[in-house]
């Protein structure tokens, strides 16, 4: 039997797939269909410092292998997740990744203060890369300075290993993760949602309320796939790869351009049992391309591997 | 709700754009309420497209769905074969309530809002409840289950042109019925707006329609503002069916 | 009959459908299954200022809605390519248009005062923007001075409108776009290509031997569709769209975020009589949506229309 | 070389995970020559696939390609249904020459560089050429064709695992061939330079395989480097077919 664990800072994962924050709420409804056990930990949705209703609808639009996105950050703030969320994804035997958000290096801080103290959150996501937000978010994850501040004050305060994840939309994405790398970040999460517009014709208007939206899906695999071969060459930080992920192949592409571990995301939706079937269909995988651990898969596409 | 296939036994047209799809599976039969729907996955679309279900055959495990060509995922719906395995999350979301102090009925629906009118006509005529119905459609080619409904309803028909029955809204048409307990309306947004101004001192239930991420509660997509202590519903999971009185439109 | 011409900068387009530069050769392949006199325009391979060879194969690989592609603008030098390419397409009813590359302001410039002065060219496509090449091409297209500085030079010596041809992989794309409308540009074009990668399981390797290749197709089109909206809205030149155009109705989304005409690449591939497909079905299909002309679409989404 | 429609007439496997298909086409019979191949669209995939011409049928209008399950791609294929149009593009391409001098023709092919041969050793044996054919396969299974070729050449097997025939390359019969006036292959690239190596004293053709953008000349996604003026050939325009001490491998 192959072992499919993974050990990354603050998270022993009984294998490396997780569902990605906003694509799995907090665990309740995906409960229904599978036992959430089986995954390697769970990235919640956002939590800010108090509730937010998040944009006005259309909040979603398809597109050619993927989808826009413009939730707007809803969520019923840090203190009922803590109440209320976490002591339900607690029941499981999986890990708890809480992602925090915000409008100001504050925001972030005090959230990450109260929800790293809680039970059973085993890491923090700093989510500086959400694009669909006026405020915070997005401008936090483009300016590899601002990024660093951010990355120092959360980790000043966070009682477990915080990961950032950082934002497609840059020039150059190997100086923000060196950014955050130095501003003491235990780990990276990558890739967030390209900024993307769909325009709805009978209205002649931007379809989604917001205008723009976070595109995700396959379309953006090769995307993120570029950006983790680049920046896990250039920090020695473990990351967790996202984007467009729906089969085990696509881990194993994801591990081998250097990603430790991988959540999936938009493929919930079309699947809600995506996340336990890949874990199901990771050994044999592995098997056909010859590998026996996870780990060597890691970085295996690097030139010098 | 569950992840299951459900076999396709027919799929053919039934009005302008309309098309009638038939499918075979037990747990949907058994489970289904009035006013829920199907989250479908078709083949090569990122997302599944919500549809309601039309009606049950429970001795016969059918489930009856009604769909309009939208868009390029009900348009590739049209071209699914008999004998396909279509692959189906559902019952999903709320349905109307059928409350036993209700008497007489009043159902108003609009377009691609009529099909979980009729499941529900015919929950309510079963239950001996006397039904009455709106039904509007852009133009008489566009008219579907008009006979479906007369069977189980006292039914009115109403198109935009004026092409088959009344000319005009279907709102027009709500005073002509003298008495009802509650009403259960669905339709597009505009309509089901006019419809609970219309209707404002009764007890009525809506049911609307949002694009969907998940479909099943997770991401947010589809929320809308409600008078509650959260202050909002998600429409596949909390809805599609509300209370009217508490919806904020 | 709806009026389907289009008047830019040194164009005069009998319609605002041309094929994109690197999609379309010379023209020579595709006159072989339809007069190229339907077209608006055609947008040449790029030209340098020698003969190139470029990369190392495989230079392709598909993606989901989308390829990618890494030739290093294989063409067979602006000689050559004036000497016996214009005057093939020079036979046709068409506009042509110049794709100019380099890997130094010098070679831009030395292309374009060559090319801009050939008989027939009616407009330079600047390609800043081409992730392809070890030297040149994106750097130019992703510090906004370096742009502006390569817009003022090669604009001193052409004969003809420049349009420059922005790259998507930058952080802010209307700094980008204000730059080179600073710089004089008569026009841009956009978006060129996004940079991603594919890993090759069997090999364990980047499937591309450049290991990186630039994303096109379907894919693309919501960040192409929503760095046009925004930067149609902060410039006073014309766009040039492309990106993932397929349909008529593709044409009329870009039309709508603020594009005057469009270019259509990768679909080339899978269906070669697809612009002339297009062509054709636009008139229906603006009617369809109410309009009478091309003008009256451009910029339609904005806020302010 | 034109866009054409081709109707599926038969789609069937014939050995492991490859697949034969017969397309009923009048202008793709008589245009196409051995060594040349079909750019074929498959639903839902951004870039088409090159598919050598196996043999052509004139007096019925059929067109046989064999193909192996490789990718998604090839694996979409062998659920196309027969009656089906395909959108194909061809015939593309270079072609093996037929000089008239050849009185006497090597060919060695390997696993799907073996279906153009066969095209050729029909061509070949037509105008009363001898034929000597070495055929490459993994294993016994995936061996295809053999009682077809045996019809028009004097045939010999090479299976890498020794399951079926001679066990190890190609290579390893060509000494057993007494004599030839030229030599045709297909196959995998590192066996194309042994088969160049092997034979280099020898006027031959080879055939390549390269990932394509275009498939028609357009896009420089397929060169090879030559020794010609320009230093390059596109695979799917100049070749696939290129005389062998043309190409630099
Ligand atoms: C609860 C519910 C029940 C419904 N019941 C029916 C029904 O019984 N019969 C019927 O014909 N239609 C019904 N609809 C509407 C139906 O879902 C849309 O017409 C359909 O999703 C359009 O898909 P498309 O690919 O053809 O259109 P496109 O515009 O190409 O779809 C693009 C995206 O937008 C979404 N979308 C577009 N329009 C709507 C809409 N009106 N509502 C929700 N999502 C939309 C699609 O699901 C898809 O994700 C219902 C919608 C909801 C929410
Ligand atoms: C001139 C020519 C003739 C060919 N003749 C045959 C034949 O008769 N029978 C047969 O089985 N195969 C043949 N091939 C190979 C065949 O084209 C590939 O096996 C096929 O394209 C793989 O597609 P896929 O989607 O299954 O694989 P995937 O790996 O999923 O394809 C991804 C992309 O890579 C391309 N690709 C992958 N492998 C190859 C390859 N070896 N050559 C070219 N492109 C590739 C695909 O076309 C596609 O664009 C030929 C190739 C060429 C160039
Ligand atoms: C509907 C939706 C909501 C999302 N919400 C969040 C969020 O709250 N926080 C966050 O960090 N990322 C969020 N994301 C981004 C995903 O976590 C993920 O980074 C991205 O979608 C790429 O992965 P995918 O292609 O597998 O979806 C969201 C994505 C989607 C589609
Ligand atoms: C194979 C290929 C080659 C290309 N070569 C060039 C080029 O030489 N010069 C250039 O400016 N753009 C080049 N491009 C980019 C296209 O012109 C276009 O900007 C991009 O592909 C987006 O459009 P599409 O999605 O319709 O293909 C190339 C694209 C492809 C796919
Ligand atoms: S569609 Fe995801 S919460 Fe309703
Ligand atoms: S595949 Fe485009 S030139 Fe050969």
Redesign the pocket.
């Known amino acids: 039997m192959i072992d499919l664990s993974v050990q990354l800072p603050g998270l022993q994962l009984k294998n490396p797939i997780m569902p990605a924050s906003g694509c799995f709420g907090f665990g309740r409804e995906y409960a229904q269909f599978y036992d959430l056990s089986k995954l390697g930990a769970v990235m919640m949705k956002a939590a800010t410092g108090e509730q937010r209703y998040g944009n006005p609808t259309p909040r979603?639009?398809?597109t050619s292998s993927g989808m826009l996105n413009a939730i707007g950050l809803q969520n019923p703030g840090v203190d009922k997740i803590i109440e209320e969320e976490i002591p339900f994804l607690a029941q499981y035997d999986t890990e708890i990744i809480a992602n925090v958000a915000g409008s100001t290096v504050e925001e972030y801080v005090e959230v990450t203060r109260k929800i790293s103290a809680a039970q059973d959150v085993k890491a923090i996501e700093l989510n500086i890369s959400c694009p669909n937000v006026k405020e915070g978010g997005i401008q936090f994850g483009t300016d590899p300075q601002m990024a660093k501040e951010m990355t120092e004050a959360v980790k000043a305060v966070s009682q477990v290993p915080v990961y950032v994840k950082l934002s497609p939309n840059v020039t150059n994405i190997v100086d923000m993760a060196k950014a955050i790398e130095a501003g003491g970040a235990d780990g990276l999460t990558m890739i967030n949602t390209l900024t993307g517009m769909q325009i709805h014709l009978p209205s002649r208007r931007p379809l989604i309320a917001n205008k723009t939206g976070g595109l995700s899906g396959p379309a953006i695999k090769p995307v993120a796939i570029r950006m983790i071969y680049e920046v896990s060459q250039a920090v020695n930080i473990p990351i967790i790869g996202m984007g467009g992920i729906e089969t085990a192949e696509d881990v194993i592409e994801y591990l081998l351009a250097g990603a430790s571990a991988v959540a999936v995301g938009t493929a919930n939706f079309q699947n809600p049992f995506v996340c336990p079937e890949i874990i199901e269909a990771l050994p044999a995988t592995l098997e056909k391309y010859g590998y026996q651990s996870i780990q060597e898969v890691v970085g295996g596409a690097h030139p010098n591997e | 709700m569950k992840k299951i296939e459900m076999e396709v036994l027919s799929n053919k047209q039934i009005a302008l754009d309309t098309y009638e799809m038939t499918l075979k599976n037990k747990y949907v039969c058994e489970e289904a309420k009035p006013g829920q729907?199907l989250h479908i996955s078709i083949p090569n679309?990122t997302?599944?497209?919500?549809?309601?279900i039309?009606s049950v055959d429970q001795a016969n495990e059918h489930v009856t769905?009604?769909?309009?060509?939208?868009?390029?995922?009900?348009?590739a719906l049209t071209t699914i074969k008999v004998g396909t395995m279509l692959d189906v999350i559902g019952p999903n979301?709320s349905s109307y309530p059928v409350d036993h102090e209700v008497k007489e009925a009043l159902l108003v629906g609009g377009g691609?809002g009529v099909?979980?009118l009729y499941f529900q006509a015919k929950a309510l005529h079963e239950r001996g409840v006397k039904v009455h119905a709106i039904l509007g459609y852009q133009t008489a080619e566009a008219v579907f289950y008009e006979e479906k409904f007369k069977e189980v309803a006292h039914t009115y028909i109403v198109t935009n042109d004026g092409t088959k029955g009344h000319q005009g809204l279907v709102t027009d048409l709500i005073p002509e019925v003298e008495s009802f307990d509650a009403y259960y309306s669905c339709g597009p947004l505009p309509m089901l707006k006019a419809v609970k101004n219309a209707l404002s001192g009764h007890e009525g239930y809506l049911?609307?329609?949002?694009?969907?991420g998940c479909g099943v509660g997770t991401c947010f997509a589809?929320v809308i503002p409600m008078k509650n202590e959260k202050k909002y519903g998600k429409?596949?999971q909390d809805?599609?069916v509300f209370r009217a009185k508490e919806v904020i439109l």
Chains 1, 3 share one sequence.
Not at chain 2, 47 to 52: C, F, K, N, T
Not at chain 2, 65 to 75: L, V, W
């Open positions: 979603v639009a398809e | 729907f679309f997302l599944r497209r919500p549809i309601s039309a769905i009604i769909y309009k060509i939208f868009g390029t995922g009900t348009d979301g691609v099909p979980p049911s609307f329609e949002e694009r969907m589809c429409i596949c809805g599609p």
